[in-house]
């Protein structure tokens, strides 16, 4: 039983190289990633404005955001998270709202288009039907992530509420440190699987989806924390690059990003297409 086991998490993975190299999943990365950089930015701005409107200040955000994301690049984006919470620049939503009509939409069909080549679906809907459901899954991530911020401050303000207790905070604080990041971890499961079941041509049902949702979470943590330590202890891409370090740091930690994500497909077929032949046999 063991050995047959391992003989089907073998060919499980033989099957995942072959469609890898056949989908040529690092193009599709670098494409990925390219509109990704298009609308980073955009997507910064009106994420951090519609933090503005909550009770979140730069420095509960700045302090959230360290976590993930490399330090080069939140230097990057520092003055103008600041600048949008210090200025209370209302008038931003809508200018930011404008830009990501377009970058937004860019960077989401080229997510359509990873999906749909990933299980071969020949895409049928209209141009605005994809504008619309583009619009609406950033709209519905940045959502989420003020959420997320806004779940992980809340939790802090707990935290130190708790250690007032001294009889019983060590064990109260370990256990709503537990629950608060698995709770995340969570909300970034659904993220995926909301992308990978609304993001083809042909619906998908969430079971399908689960096993790459819950790589490409795993994946998107180590790869973020992984190379976010290596760049700020390791990476000295500033001597080589100059001012323009950051901004190599940030395409290449998108390209990392988007070759996960893009695995995460490629798992979820190979995963689905290997049931249906057992099912057939």
Known sequence: MMIKNLKHKINLL??????????????????????????????????????????????????????????????????????????????????????????????????????????????????????????AGILALALTMILSLIILVFGNIISEYIEKFHSVYRITLALWGIFRYTFIFIIMIIIFVGIYIFAPAQKLIWIEVIPGSIFSTIGWIIVSL??????????????????????????????????????GIEINFVINKNKTHVIKS
């Open 226 to 263: 992984g190379f976010s330590f290596y760049v700020d202890n390791f990476g000295n891409y500033s001597r080589f690059y100059g001012s323009l370090g950051a901004v190599f740091i940030l395409m290449t930690w998108l390209f990392l990003i988007s070759i996960i994500f893009i695995l």
């Open 14 to 135: 033989m099957s995942l190289i072959e469609k890898v190299k056949k989908d040529d999943v690092f193009a599709l990365a670098s494409q990925l990633a390219y509109y990704l950089m298009l609308s980073f930015f955009p997507f910064i701005l009106f994420l951090m404005t519609l933090a503005g409107l909550s009770s979140l200040s730069s420095s509960d955000v700045l302090n959230q955001l360290s976590v993930m994301l490399p330090k080069s690049i939140l230097d990057l984006t520092q003055s103008t998270i600041q600048e949008v919470f210090d200025n209370e620049y209302t008038g931003l939503l809508g200018i930011s709202i404008l830009l990501m009509v377009w970058t937004s939409s860019s960077a989401f069909k080229a997510i359509i288009n990873s999906v749909n080549k990933a299980y071969d679906f020949k895409e049928n809907r209209s141009f605005i039907k994809l504008s619309i459901i583009s619009i």
